[in-house]
């Protein structure tokens, strides 16, 4: 079946400018997760959304990073006012109910700020 | 959730079996050894995860000292496909611990 996907693959904007990422879980994946990459560094947590749950937000760097998951099911994480240090790869995962289960990685979105 | 130590980069001939080493010497009794894998410009792929036990699937073999302060992960037999970025994950295995934390893992590289 189809894995997990994520819009846009790439991004550029302007510093100052809001962004959207977008995420579609495999369907029937209770839980969400969005990580970052920056180069050269490895991959950081940022939220998590599991059903009906209050999100975990604790990994989120600043107010200017929200996310939501409408429906259950797409993921749209925002930053508003980007700043250069914003730019990485966004990765969305999601897995079934627990922590048993493993979790499946989208391809990610690459943002660069300019 | 405890903390994993990895070399850096191993390389392995095409073919051979390639033998990744991790130490994670604080682990605790409800901690579970996740593996996972980054190739380049993709997302992580999950490998294998496991408690105590030995586990094996169709991708490798997760071998877990009877301590369980050091594991392997063995992929058979590697192929150039398997060059990738191997990221040894601990982590509790109960609500509240649903984030991955991952390190800087091992860079293995396969060599034709």
């Known amino acids: 079946g189809a894995g997990v996907s994520q819009s846009p693959s790439n991004k550029v904007t302007e510093k100052g400018k809001d962004v959207e990422l977008r995420c579609d879980p495999i369907?029937?994946?209770?839980?969400l997760y969005w990580y970052r990459q920056s180069l050269g560094q490895g991959l950081e947590f940022l939220i998590y959304f599991q059903g009906n749950s209050a999100p975990d937000k604790s990994g989120l760097p600043s107010d200017r990073f929200s996310a939501e998951r409408t429906g259950g099911s797409v993921s749209t994480l925002t930053i508003q006012r980007t700043q250069q240090e914003d730019s990485a790869v966004y990765l969305c995962?999601?897995?079934?109910?627990?922590?048993?289960?493993?979790?499946?990685f989208g391809p990610g979105t690459r943002l660069t700020v300019t | 959730d405890a903390k994993t130590t990895q070399p850096p980069s191993m390389d392995c001939a095409e073919g051979r079996a390639a033998n990744l080493p991790c130490n994670h010497s604080?682990?605790?009794?409800?901690?579970?050894v996740y593996w996972y894998r980054q190739i380049h410009s993709q997302g992580p792929q999950y490998i294998i995860h496991g408690l105590k036990n030995n586990e094996t699937n169709e991708m490798a073999s997760l071998i877990i000292t009877e301590d369980r302060k050091s594991s392997t992960l063995i992929l058979p037999h590697a192929t150039l496909r398997d060059t990738a970025v191997y990221y040894c994950?601990?982590?509790?295995?109960?609500?509240?611990?649903?984030?991955?934390?991952f390190g800087t893992g091992t860079r293995l590289t396969i060599i034709p």
């Open positions: 369907s029937g994946h209770t839980a």
């Open positions: 995962a999601s897995s079934l109910a627990g922590t048993s289960y493993e979790q499946y």
């Open positions: 604080t682990i605790s009794g409800n901690e579970y």
């Open positions: 994950i601990v982590r509790v295995a109960n609500f509240g611990n649903e984030k991955l934390t």
